[in-house]
């Protein structure tokens, strides 16, 4: 069965970087895109990026161009997703989501991983 | 603010019919037949109910429809239950820029 399977809750000072991993499996990972997805606490779904683990295209969110990257290790079948200079406002749960577009971002994100806690906080 | 607008909140009687609305432009959901719709229980991933406008994944009771109208995406739940209640959002183009973007989020009640 599909499942993504992602790196555990994280804690950060403010101007740090963090990078969380998603695991995939039950799947052929190089024919799905993957997206990245955060809610901020009691906040709705913000779309943060897309990656093809295919071809390496990517697609970021405008407010995130410059501080996200994302990733991925096909051998591991795992993406990556890397914010830098955090600030408060990026406390959120971070959510890793398969894309069944592998050509250009999606519309519609099938299978979700648990999610990823990310506190930025001094 | 999303660019894909949904109310705040909606509530319903068990059995009854509740419809959710996203409404955005030409260049998002009024161009592209591919919105979709996710619903989220409090302290969980979301569950994917909808795509392109009006199809349902394996295992989604047909309880749940989808339609679109103009610029306005709907979701329709009938025969509302309980387990129903939780909150849901429209995934749609939002034009070059911003390439794709959740709703606000509605927060169905299930009196």
């Known amino acids: 069965q599909v499942q993504l399977v992602q790196s555990g809750a994280e804690v950060k000072k403010p101007g740090a970087s963090v990078k969380v991993s998603c695991k995939a499996s039950g799947y052929t990972f190089t024919s799905y895109g993957i997206s990245w997805v955060r809610q901020a606490p009691g906040q709705g779904l913000e779309w943060v990026g897309w990656?093809?683990?295919?071809?390496?295209?990517?697609n970021y969110a405008q407010e995130l161009q410059g501080r996200v990257t994302m990733t991925t290790d096909t051998s591991t079948s795992t993406a990556y997703m890397e914010l830098r200079s955090l600030r408060s406002d990026d406390t959120a749960v971070y959510y890793c989501?398969?894309?069944?577009?592998?050509?250009?971002?999606?519309?519609?994100?099938?299978?979700w991983g648990q999610g990823t806690l990310v506190t930025v906080s001094s | 603010q999303s660019a894909l607008t949904q109310p705040r909140s909606v509530s319903g009687s068990p059995g009854q019919s509740v419809t959710i609305s996203c409404t955005g432009t030409?260049?998002?959901?009024?161009?592209?037949?591919?919105v979709s719709w996710y619903q989220q229980h409090p302290g969980k991933a979301p569950k994917f109910i909808i795509y392109d406008v009006r199809k349902r994944p394996s295992g989604v009771p047909d309880r749940f429809s989808g339609s679109k109208s103009g610029n306005t995406a709907s979701l329709t739940i009938s025969g509302l239950r309980a387990e129903d209640e939780a909150d849901y959002y429209c995934?749609?183009?939002?034009?070059?820029?911003?390439?794709?973007?959740f709703g606000g989020g509605t927060k169905l009640t299930v009196l």
């Open positions: 030409t260049s998002d959901v009024g161009g592209y037949n591919s």
């Open positions: 990656i093809s683990p295919y071809n390496d295209n990517r």
């Open positions: 995934f749609s183009h939002a034009g070059s820029y911003t390439h794709v973007a």
């Open positions: 989501a398969r894309d069944p577009s592998i050509a250009a971002v999606g519309t519609a994100v099938d299978y």
